[in-house]
Nanobody, 121 residues
């Protein structure tokens, strides 16, 4: 069993930065692909960024060059550094751990409860 807890969300002005963190417990996260997904009101959950157990990263086109995902297997943590934030980045951000990262939310795997990110002046 894997438990995931997100932190670091909040309100930020356009152009600002936030650092989300996902802390895992209950299993060794290095066994899994890890990712961040987001869901805005009235929209489907979508991939933001993912990182394989080997360290290969994947980003949605909308966040390339602005967001950076990494992983610290020793600490069981997966940070997401977000810069140059835009109002359209406003969403609930969810941490995911599972066998693979896909553009649509994977059917199998584990999810955190989510953290709200609001980009507004």
């Amino acid at each position: 069993q894997v438990q995931l807890v997100e932190s670091g969300g909040g309100l930020v002005q356009p152009g600002g930065s936030l650092r989300l963190s996902c802390a895992g417990s209950g299993s060794i996260l290095s066994r899994y692909a890890m990712g961040w997904y987001r869901q805005a009101p009235g929209k489907e959950r979508e991939l933001v960024a993912g990182i394989t157990f080997g360290g290969t990263t994947h980003y949605a086109d909308a966040v390339k060059g602005r967001f950076t995902i990494s992983r610290d297997n020793a600490k069981n943590m997966v940070p997401l550094q977000m810069s140059s934030l835009k109002p359209e980045d406003t969403a609930v951000y969810y941490c995911y751990a599972g066998p693979a990262i896909t553009s649509t939310p994977p059917i199998s795997g584990y999810w955190g409860q989510g953290t709200q990110v609001t980009v507004s002046s």
